[in-house]
């Protein structure tokens, strides 16, 4: 994933700004995912065979260490006691409620108007049941459902039924026409909520606050949000994110591995993979910490992971490390004029449903400031896409042979013993001594189907619907695709209705030769726009 920020400094990939010394490496190995055993619909027989056939294998591996054979802690991770980012801010309309799926639970995000706040609910109304991501926000600022009209205000109280006669009791004041309503928040630019609408938790914020990344606030950085739904489940999603192994050959070529990264390293195949010493220095039930050879990467569970410089180098010559704790990244006390550029790597990964998940990411830099003044954001999002979609087809496919497997066999039936895998064994010690995400008993069926590769890898409605930037883009290119039809069809028309002698020959050649540019740049805006806003398939065997 170090070849996103590269992407999120240079869009184009023709050069990287970043300074290489600085590029913060992410951690950690090999791809996999974890479901409670209720959600996996695999034939008893199928597993078991399988199971076996690990066990048996397993004599020939190296043996367990005793961190892998950790017994569940007593202390569980809460997964329905903790924040989730929703959606960037920017990517949000407040004229519009916008559906989405956290951790199970289907969810609107709509503008409060009134409280001037973002608020989220539960995507039912208690009348019938319809979707209220699919209402409006009427005149007086409530949230109104459109398949009977009921309103409701931003504390989540029905407010009007327009089928109750004016003179009956009172009926929408019932508590069984009220609104599930979640806490929310807004922080670092994005949409934050808590997946428990108890009334004990109203106050919650005050109480824990989302974890919170000082830069993407910070004046002196320039960030660039992007999000994308993604095919397959949250466990794979991380740590493939934590995994810097993976880069020089799931993205060969997209994008070529930084000076830095390879400097001092004997070249032993043609992508340059090599040894990476990375280290797991502390974990309990909030996340880990660990610690590489460029740099820190900390996880805070459930869904941040940051990657980050590990020395902030002054003027003076001296240096200082950057401090963390649970809720925080902070940023060394120096000035920020003092210090050297600096860039972060930050993922939010989002548990939507088995088999699903949403990722938000942002790269806050503090330098080139003026890149993201001129290049539209979607321009970076195209070769962030990319990235994303060159190894989106295998993961999709491996977390599958994953389920397979067995979740309780990861560890005899995936093969990490080098250093580059420790945050990935250290992710799946966190998930099977804390527990796995447990997932709501409607998922019980497991894994959906693989689609064809093309429905697996659209970015129009995994990316682009979700994204205000790349929408509008999408929009204005083919504007300028069928205006550069009507143009050359126009000309092609204007030369046939004049006659012979109305015309020089120098003036007809221009006008055809016009008309045949327009064509061909139509003709490549189309190609261009499906690859980049629709779908682009990536073939590792030829690049």
Known sequence: MEALLTFSTYPLGLNCFLPQQYIPFPSVGSLSCRYPRRICSINSRKVSYVRAISASSAVSSPPVTPKEEDEESEERFDWFGNWYPVAPVCDLDKKVPHAKRVIGLDVVIWWDPVERTWRVFNDRCPHRLAPLSEGRIDSAGRLQCVYHGWCFSGAGDCKFIPQAPPDDPPVHTSKRACVAVYPSCEQNKIVWFWPNSDPQFKDILSKKR?????????????????????????????????????????HYKIMPMPKAATAGRIKRDREGGAPLDMTVQKLDVTGYIASQERGYSKFIAPCVFCAYPKWEEKNDGSASSASINNTKLEKASANATQQKKRALLVFLCIPVSPGQSRLIWVFPRNFSLWANRLIPRWVFHVGQNLILDSDLYLLHVQERKIVEVGQDNWHKACYVPTKSDALVTGFRRWLRKYGSIPWDPKFSDGFPPTPPKEQLMDRYWTHVVHCSSCRAAEKGLKVLEVSLQVVSIGLIGVIAALKQNTLSSVARNLLVSTAIVCFIASKWLSHFVYKNFHFHDYNHAIV
């Not at 830069?215 to 320039?222: F, H, K, V």
């Not at 660039?224 to 994110?241: K, S």
């Open 210 to 250: 989302p974890p919170c990344i000082d830069e993407i606030d910070d004046p002196s950085y320039t960030s660039i949000f992007g999000i994308r739904e993604i095919p397959y489940g949250y466990e794979v999603l991380i740590e493939n994110l934590m995994d810097p192994a993976h880069v020089p050959y799931a």
